[in-house]
């Protein structure tokens, strides 16, 4: 997969591709990175790259000609590739969306700074929007980075074991269940028993169950967007059963409300 960022700092993705999971994606797969300076597509003698805004205000502008120049220059680098703005806008950045990016032969993102992009770029350029959350960042270029990291490790041959990202919090749309190692015994808190004894059937049971509660207790909005499987059902209810010693039985509904 090809991966060109556009950034006034490319310099902000050395570290990046050279370090950890990334840097071993880039020598041992079909991975190749690589981050363009925008700034060196301005056509002016001083490589102006933003403006102040129409209509008035705060802030600064990204000039539309360098942005657009970059971008053709790197779709004729990457003609297959998706071009990905990088902006609060856009779409909410989650799991399903990373193993959709996976598949593609080439991403080109598009890393905007100051107040945004002149508007009128996204009209053909840009292909997507995404973002990877609810907040403002200084910059395009940190959330680019959260994307490429969550892509790159799902491309087969990045990680260890093939299935190893098959056992990822979302994989199966609950959170992860917990992780221990040594020792067994940390400032006072054990290692759960069932962990300690070698009884897979058993582990796999105790790890579905603290993965639910987890999300149960966490993430509710996670159960309620997928469907419960049999075994989950079952786990659910041992614990209404249980709810219920503790609680007495749910009360009426009180009463006006009907639904
Ligand atoms: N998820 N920002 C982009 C400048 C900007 C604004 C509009 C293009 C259009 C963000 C996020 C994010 C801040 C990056 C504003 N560029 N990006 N920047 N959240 O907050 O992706």
Partial sequence: MQILVLTLFPEMFDAFWSHGIMRKAVEQTHITPAALNIRDFARDRHHVTDDRPYGGGNGMVMKPEPLAAAIRAAQAR?????????TPQGRVFNQVIAREMAALPAIILV???????????????????LSIGD?????????????????????????GGADSAEHDSFSNGLLEHPHYTRPPVFEGAAVPDVLLTGHHHNIERWRLEASLMRTLVNRPDLLLERALTAEEIDILRRWQTDLNRLLGPPPEPAGGRKR
């Fill in 111 to 129: 890393c905007g700074r100051y107040e945004g992009v002149d508007d009128r770029l996204s009209r053909d350029l840009i292909t997507d929007e």
């Fill in 78 to 86: 990457a003609p297959a590739a998706r071009t990905i703005l990088m």
């Fill in 135 to 159: 907040y403002v960042l200084t910059g395009g270029e940190v959330a680019a980075m959260a994307v490429v990291d969550a892509v790159t490790r799902l491309i087969p041959g990045v990680l």
